[in-house]
């Protein structure tokens, strides 16, 4: 990697990997892959809906994997900052709908820690890039 310690994008670096790791891989992945038995105790899910689920696990995957591709480049474009705030704000709000609404529902405090730490995941990316969308900004 080209950038070194004095990197003006290492705080949003650290937290576009974050994301995309837990957010995009883990969660989409569990989305993805989990049986159906474990969405419809942990998500509250119809059985009929899985399909639903896959595809959302899908695009988190995807999600995950531009996040960490955009994370490695040297220099960031106001254009993918612009879109990491805009999706991670739909997601971040769609997750907190979705809670309040009953619609995800954990069984225990291990659950609702998980999605309170999801969530915040997503105000951060919405949150950093709005500092660094003045200037494109050289490592």
Do not use: H
Not at 78 to 87: C, F, K, P, Q
């Amino acid at each position: 990697m080209a950038y070194s310690l004095n990197d003006p994008y290492r705080g949003l670096r650290r937290a576009l990997r974050v994301n995309g790791l837990l957010v995009g891989l883990a969660w989409g992945g569990l989305l993805l892959v989990a049986p159906q038995y474990l969405q419809a105790l942990w998500l509250g899910s119809a059985p009929g809906s899985l399909w639903i689920w896959r595809m959302g696990g899908a695009g988190l995957v995807a999600m995950g994997l531009t996040f960490l591709e955009i994370s490695w480049r040297p220099v960031m474009s106001r254009l993918s900052m612009l879109a990491v705030t805009l999706v991670n704000g739909v997601l971040g709000g769609t997750l907190f709908q979705a809670y309040v609404s009953g619609a995800v529902a954990p069984p225990d405090i291990w659950g609702k820690l998980l999605l309170l730490g999801l969530f915040l995941c997503n105000l951060a990316c919405v949150i950093l890039p709005w500092g660094y969308l003045g200037e494109d900004l050289l490592p």
